[in-house]
T-cell receptor
Framework: NAGVTQTPKFQVLKTGQSMTLQCAQDMNHEYMSWYRQDPGMGLRLIHYSVGAGITDQGEVPNGYNVSRSTTEDFPLRLLSAAPSQTSVYFC?????????????FGEGSRLTVL | KQEVTQIPAALSVPEGENLVLNCSFTDSAIYNLQWFRQDPGKGLTSLLLIQSSQREQTSGRLNASLDKSSGRSTLYIAASQPGDSATYLCAVKFNAGKSTFGDGTTLTVKP
């Protein structure tokens, strides 16, 4: 019962570097999403996907790219990291983007951009 | 814009008190509302999920209610304990399918 798995758990980048945060779920969930959480704040939606091949922007998409080639995986790419992207990133999935879908979260990936 | 608000941002109570945390949202067209607990530096633990058609859900000392018409949910914690100290977040899944979070209420239960 792995649930939602995020890697890496910690990462330090220099400004301008690129990287990919990985997210995988083994629950056959259609809906997957990425959030960021800054100190003292709730979670803000970056990108989401309602199924393989379908992605859409959330509240704070700038500086991030996503793709969904399989049901299981939903990687988040930072193309050119900036200090403003220092945050904790959470991946979440649910059975459906519609009614009934309970959100399940990964443990988070803590990113520091110097 | 679909928004979720949690007031107060912080709450401190003595052990044993019953307490209520509030979550309000701007659009009554929702699929569900979910309450989470987050300990410092940790991930999110799901506490209760209330579907749009439901009025309340209970788990142990926790009871969550939902009033769509007024755009409000409450999380009731009975007989609070120091171990209940954490940040409590509510997430509302609006009919567009995206879940929007409030900023949370940080609860401290003093022995």
């Amino acid at each position: 019962n792995a649930g939602v798995t995020q890697t890496p758990k910690f990462q330090v980048l220099k400004t301008g570097q690129s990287m990919t945060l990985q997210c995988a779920q083994d629950m056959n969930h259609e809906y997957m999403s990425w959030y960021r959480q800054d100190p003292g704040m709730g979670l803000r939606l970056i990108h989401y996907s309602v199924g393989a091949g379908i992605t859409d922007q959330g509240e704070v998409p700038n500086g991030y790219n996503v793709s969904r080639s399989t049901t299981e995986d939903f990687p988040l790419r930072l193309l050119s990291a900036a200090p403003s992207q220092t945050s904790v990133y959470f991946c979440a999935s649910s059975y459906s983007g519609g009614p009934g879908g309970e959100l399940f979260f990964g443990e988070g990936s803590r990113l520091t951009v110097l | 814009k679909q928004e979720v608000t949690q007031i107060p941002a912080a709450l401190s109570v003595p052990e044993g008190e019953n307490l209520v945390l509030n979550c309000s949202f701007t659009d009554s067209a929702i699929y569900n509302l979910q309450w989470f607990r987050q300990d410092p530096g940790k991930g999110l633990t799901s506490l209760l999920l209330i579907q749009s058609s439901q009025r309340e859900q209970t788990s142990g000392r926790l009871n969550a209610s939902l009033d769509k018409s007024s755009g409000r949910s409450t999380l009731y914690i009975a007989a609070s304990q120091p171990g209940d100290s954490a940040t409590y977040l509510c997430a509302v899944k609006f009919n567009a399918g995206k879940s929007t979070f409030g900023d949370g209420t940080t609860l401290t239960v003093k022995p």
